[in-house]
């Protein structure tokens, strides 16, 4: 049997790895190979929270990079994490903004298929019936996750039934998103084939970290119980906190008799540029964890955790982080198990942070709970089993009814224009004012000249050229093949 692989480095993987730090240059440097390497999809970052630290943090374009991406990888579908919003935190993008950013992506060719979770704020019912045929209108293949966590009330059946909600929208494919690498061998073989029976023939994948160090062994049990499709990464942008490895996961798919259809070779290049480039910039090189039975308690995905330390190290309280995590618990268990995925990870993360800062259980509040109480983000997010005490309370607090009057105020189309520069703004510009809410920080971006350049087969010499300036004892590099010569001098 042919094992299939959507490669997450782009995305998911520097997202749990280098917190967001993948710059254009870097993806420029190994995009090309990873093209021709065979992978069915891969994640392309264009969606999400992603956008606004490459203007804000890299000053660079992203549509230049949507554009560089696109013409980098034409023979392989390129997949974006998204769904009835542009940025993840927000309540009410209109619609009309929505379909418009989707619709350049798309037009730029950066994005092929679209991946949406769809159990954690009742998108089964508010969201999927009118975006996923927005989807396909443009053209893309939608894949549907179920997020998985562990709690009283995410049982094998919840799942099931899920699964069979999912049905009606006919998707090209469902997977099980397991964002906090909780799902074990055991779970895994009650659990995934009660999915793949009730997806009904449709696809079914599976999308894992390796935070409990679990996750290639989860894999390969997945392939045993008829899941052919898995989502992977190239180091050093796996393991750790990210995806398993592909060379991990293809070369045991191998050994248990299955074919793989993927160019390891050309990926052995891949991974070491990306290695180079992350000994070059200090960024973290994935391996594999121990296994932290911590995790299965306060179930934060990495990327959250990763984010987290570095928020906390900023504050100079990096050694309490132990205390957040266990903080992070109770806040869970009060708010009604929402699942530990973005934003709602962020919400318990962040509440919990103040919680331990303050030393007192919600002393300050974010508005972000009061919205939960008041069923903003629907039944999926905890709110029907959240503690009533807890409920009552933040219900009553004088916020809840600025955020109620808030929140019943529709924004048009004509106010967006009107706010962001008139109906004479691009189209692209007007989403880059919307995302960063004015364009000051996108004058900054533009003001910042071309992004930095990587290791790039395009630029060889130059790259060469680059790395020989920063050596004051190199005095000269010769470079022949047969009768050709040519020598580079270091003038330093």
């Known amino acids: ?62 549509w230049a990079l949507a554009r560089m ?20 935190f927000e309540l009410a993008t209109p619609r009309s903004m929505i379909k418009l950013y989707y619709s350049l992506l798309v037009e730029t060719g ?52 899920k699964t069979r909600e999912l049905l009606p929208f006919k998707p090209n494919a469902i997977y099980l998103k397991d964002q906090g690498g909780l799902l074990t061998v055991d779970r895994a073989r009650t659990l995934l084939p009660i999915i793949v029976e009730n997806a009904n023939g449709i696809t079914v994948e599976l999308h894992s970290h390796c935070t409990t160090g679990l996750a290639p062994l989860v894999y390969l049990e997945a392939l045993q ?8 990464a190239v180091p050093p942008l796996a393991e750790g906190s990210s995806q398993p490895s592909i060379f991990n996961v293809a070369r045991n798919a191998r050994l248990m008799g299955h074919c793989t259809l993927i160019d390891e070779k050309l990926l052995r290049v891949v991974s070491e540029r990306l290695t180079a480039i992350a000994s070059r910039e200090k960024l ?8 932290d039975s911590a995790q299965y308690i306060h179930q934060v995905p990495g990327g959250v955790i990763s984010n987290l330390k570095h928020h906390l190290t900023q504050l100079r309280i990096q050694d309490r982080l132990d205390e957040v995590l266990e903080e992070s618990v109770h806040v869970r268990r009060d708010l009604g198990y929402p699942i530990m995925i973005t934003p709602l990870s962020q919400f318990v993360v962040t509440q919990a942070a103040i919680n331990v800062a303050t030393g007192e ?33 933040l219900l009553s607090m004088p ?9 019943n105020v529709d924004t048009s189309m004509t106010e967006i224009y009107a706010k962001l520069g008139g109906r ?26 071309p992004p930095k350049q990587y290791f790039n087969s395009g630029i060889p010499l130059l790259t060469l050229l680059d790395e020989l300036g920063k050596y004051k004892g190199i005095r000269y590099v010769r470079v022949q093949r047969g009768s050709d010569a040519l020598v580079m001098r270091n003038r330093l």
């Open 1 to 62: 049997m042919h094992v299939r692989f959507i490669d997450t480095t782009l995305r998911d993987g520097h997202q749990s790895l280098w917190a967001y730090g993948m710059r254009t240059g870097m993806m420029q440097a190994v995009v090309n190979d990873m093209d021709q390497a065979g992978f069915d999809a891969i994640e392309v970052p264009l969606v999400g929270n992603f956008v606004k630290k490459l203007i804000r943090d890299w000053k660079e374009d992203p």
């Open 69 to 88: 991406l696109a013409k980098a990888m034409p023979n392989t579908v390129k997949s974006g994490f998204g769904g009835a919003f542009i940025l993840p």
């Open 110 to 161: 950066v994005l092929n298929r679209i991946q949406v979770t769809c159990n954690t704020f009742d998108q089964i019912k508010r969201a999927l019936p009118w975006v996923v045929p927005l989807f396909k209108d443009l053209g893309l293949q939608v894949v549907l996750a179920l997020s998985y966590t562990v709690s009283p009330r995410h049982t094998d059946e919840y799942y099931a039934q």
């Open 225 to 232: 119980l008829g899941v052919r499709t898995l989502h992977t």
């Open 284 to 291: 973290p090189i994935g391996a594999p964890l121990e296994y």
């Open 361 to 393: 259980r919600y002393k300050l509040i974010i508005d972000e709970l009061i919205l939960l109480a008041q069923g903003v983000f629907g039944e999926d997010s905890g709110y029907a089993w959240m503690d009533q005490n807890l409920k009552d309370r």
């Open 399 to 407: 916020r809840a009814a600025e955020l109620e009057a808030r929140r």
């Open 424 to 449: 004479s703004v691009s189209d692209e510009e007007l989403l880059l004012r919307y995302i960063m809410k004015g364009d000051q920080e996108i004058a900054a971006m533009r003001a910042a000249g």
